[in-house]
């Protein structure tokens, strides 16, 4: 058995008879692993209240703090230990906490590092109980991520009931109550904060108000495939104004639409991200060469921008559906290998051909789709790619 020391605070938030406990300190995260389980199991039975550990969640929070040295992660995580926790709590004063522990690597936790799943299941996983994660899963499991060095404030309740601990996951994820869109406006967008944050806003997709929207995400953000490329003032080079800001607008609601589980909104933007960096490494001959002369190529075009991000979102969500996922929960590679299937053996020459006019409606729409799914039939059944192509030009 492990002995565990630290030194911390003593909290009886309430005065008078206190039942319930809480010891404050600060500790690595890198230690935290070993000493906090995430499953409420009993026996073997999980009789738990804790979610799945979701990847995509751990990987946001992950480039949350790699995204900027002074982004840091003040709330604390909240723990259980004590009673029914086979921590055996030798002493407890006023600064100091000390209890024996069984300190294991998680079991699921080399799978969650790599990222291989979309979700964690610790569901029916025999763990040694010890100290029991309330609420921040997803902050201590990002952190750790990002560098086992990292610390974060703990807030551990003493002695907690099961019920006890089901009542606090249930008021701090249903009863807080985030700041209002208005009021978060009116931060981001006085003249005090404005430049300072934009940037930062902008590169962990924060979208609230006039300063960081969903246009200077793609236009600024380093993961963006339309980096630089937007037609508005803000490109500065006039040469390189090729992508319609209405396009990257319709594909956002779209998706927005289409969607389901969206935890936050730089899960969406993230989405789109990894969909078109695929499809540029795909045709990437004719992205450039677009780049150099919009009129190159149907590649950056609304319509077309607008329909392959449908056509892709069909096929996402036949493969979601088949693997019991979400979309939104699907790794990037996930989603490029739906991208490389979907529209991975489209010749270059598709973009490149003339197009009939009168696309960018939502019957051109539907036309570039077919058109699409023609090219691929043929190309399947040994035809000229281009036969019966109703996109094409005459």
């Known amino acids: 058995m492990e002995k565990y020391k630290n030194t911390g605070i003593l909290l009886e938030q309430r005065e008078g008879d206190n039942p ?4 404050v300190f600060i500790e690595e995260v890198g230690k935290l692993i070993h000493l906090a ?18 990847c995509t969640k751990v990987k946001s929070i992950e480039k949350f703090i790699a995204s900027n040295k002074n982004n840091i992660i003040p709330n604390a995580i909240t723990l259980a230990i004590g009673k029914e926790l086979n921590c055996n709590l030798d002493k407890l004063e006023n600064s100091k906490i000390e209890f024996e522990y069984e300190e294991s690597k998680p079991p699921f936790l080399d799978d969650l590092m790599a990222c291989k799943n979309s979700t964690v299941n610790t569901e029916g996983l025999k763990i040694e109980k010890k100290a029991l994660i309330i609420d921040g899963q997803h902050r201590l499991y990002g952190l750790y991520k990002n560098n086992p060095k990292n610390k974060i404030l703990v807030t551990a309740i003493i002695n907690p009931e099961l019920a006890d601990q089901a009542f606090q996951y249930i008021v701090i994820n249903q009863k807080s109550q985030s700041a209002s869109t208005v009021d978060v406006k009116s931060v981001i ?10 940037d930062r806003l902008i590169e962990v997709g924060i979208t609230y108000g006039n300063t960081a929207t969903i246009l200077d995400y793609f236009n600024s953000n380093r993961n963006s495939p339309f980096r630089g490329i937007l037609d508005w003032q803000n490109t500065e080079d006039k040469t390189k104004r090729i992508v319609q800001l209405n396009a990257i607008e319709q594909v956002y609601k779209y998706c927005n639409l289409e969607i389901r589980g969206i935890a936050d909104e730089t899960q969406l933007l993230e989405f789109i991200s990894i969909i078109w960096n695929k499809i540029k ?8 060469k677009t780049i150099e002369n919009k009129r190159y190529s149907n590649l950056l075009k609304k319509a077309t921008i607008i329909s392959v991000t449908e056509f892709i979102v069909r096929e996402a969500k036949i493969v979601a559906r088949q693997s019991k996922k979400q979309i939104l929960d699907l790794t990037s590679t996930e989603i490029d290998e739906i991208v490389q299937n979907s529209i991975g053996d489209l010749p270059d020459e598709f973009f490149t051909v003339p197009w009939q006019g009168g696309l960018d409606t939502s019957a051109g729409r539907e036309i570039i789709k077919a058109s699409i799914d023609i090219v691929l039939e043929n190309i399947a059944y040994r035809y000229e790619w281009n036969q019966k192509v109703p996109v094409i030009k005459k």
Not at 37 to 54: C, F, M, P
């Open 37 to 54: 389980t995430v499953a409420r199991l009993d026996d073997g039975n999980s009789i738990g209240y804790q979610r799945l550990i979701k």
């Open 189 to 198: 967008n006085s003249n005090e904060y404005k430049n300072d944050l934009k």
């Open 20 to 23: 319930l406990r809480c010891f």
């Open 281 to 288: 490494t795909l045709f990437i001959n004719t992205w450039e």
